[in-house]
């Protein structure tokens, strides 16, 4: 028999799990496979569940002083349908898995199980997304790539709950995103990629790049982003220089859903098509 909590509020959540050990349960879509058991039996849960999925405050979405604050109970259905929540942002969402999982998968839970297949998890990187963490007693906000320390793993604590995922609200001239997996639709990714420019007066002003799948975490470098802006800005640009940064971060492995060399492959073309088409 499984022990479960559905606490009234946040504060109830978060007062239960000074004391109890639980799972956190949001949408539950990657909980339940991963604790699946044969077929007719119960998830293996070890320990009590506590259900957040239905919690009020997390499943706000608001817009102040230049910021998207988005609760991490939210579905991405109810994000594709918020009026506040930018094209591009949408454009990821529903790449991301089927209507009827995406009805109640949540954008914490995406983030919360940290993997680098991950779908929202490029494009928050490339918009240096926070997440805010809460106990019974503090709020604090941490970079996403500070938050995530490795495949499946984050710097969460048991009595801790992520509340939010804040995000400036910015501008970019050109987007591109790729999600690249065997099917359309319901599939993982085997690369996923985002790319943005923003120029001013014809040059370049902002780059943000993001891999998915393929390294332990999302790769982004700020620093070749910076090079990418510095170089183009004085005519510079080394387009087989970057790809060869690039190339050095990137770091696939071969599974059920591809080849590292197949991944290494299409993050080369993407990129290179980026460059190409969008910078030079
Ligand atoms: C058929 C299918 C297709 C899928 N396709 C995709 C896809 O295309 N792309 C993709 O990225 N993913 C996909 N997924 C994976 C999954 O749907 C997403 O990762 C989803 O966003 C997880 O959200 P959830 O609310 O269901 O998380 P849950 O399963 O409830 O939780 C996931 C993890 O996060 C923790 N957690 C959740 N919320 C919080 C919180 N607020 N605070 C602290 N811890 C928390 C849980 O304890 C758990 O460890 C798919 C899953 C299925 C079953």
Redo the contacts with the bound molecule.
């Keep these: 028999m499984v022990a479960a909590y559905r606490p009234k509020n946040l504060k109830d959540a978060l007062e239960a799990i000074i004391y109890t050990e639980y ?11 991963k604790k699946k058991q044969g077929a007719g039996l119960l998830p293996a849960f070890d320990k009590p569940v506590l259900f ?1 999925a239905d919690l009020e405050e ?1 499943k706000q979405i608001n817009e102040k002083e230049g910021y998207l604050t988005i609760g ?2 939210c579905s ?1 259905s109810s994000l594709i349908d918020n009026p506040l929540i930018p094209a591009l942002y949408k454009q990821v969402f529903l ?4 209507p009827a ?1 995406r009805n ?7 983030i ?2 940290s ?1 680098p ?4 998890l490029p494009l928050l990187y490339a918009l240096d997304a926070s997440i805010i963490i809460e106990n019974s007693c503090r709020r604090i906000e941490i970079p996403i790539a500070d938050f995530i320390t490795g495949p499946g793993r984050n710097m ?1 604590t048991s009595s801790e ?3 939010a995922i804040k995000l400036p609200v910015l501008h970019f001239d050109y987007v591109v995103y790729k999600k690249v997996s065997a099917r359309k639709s ?4 085997k690369v996923s990629f985002v790319a943005m420019a923003k120029l001013k007066d014809s040059r370049l002003e902002d780059v943000r790049i993001a891999f998915g799948s393929v390294a332990p975490t999302i790769v982004r470098s700020r620093d070749v982003e910076e090079a990418i802006i510095y170089n183009s800005s004085n005519g510079s640009l080394d387009k087989t220089e970057i790809i060869s940064y690039y190339t050095t971060l990137i770091k696939p492995i071969d599974d059920q859903r591809s080849t590292a060399f197949y991944r290494r492959q299409v993050c080369k073309r993407l990129l290179v098509d980026f460059l190409g088409n969008w910078l030079c």
Excluded: E, H, K, W
Aim: aromatic share 2%.
């Design positions: 799972i956190v349960l949001a949408g539950g879509t990657d909980l339940m496979v957040i997390l991490a109970a991405f790449q991301i898995a089927s999982v109640i998968a949540t954008i914490g839970g995406n919360c199980n993997s297949a991950g779908d929202s969460l709950l992520v509340t319901t599939a993982l990714s």
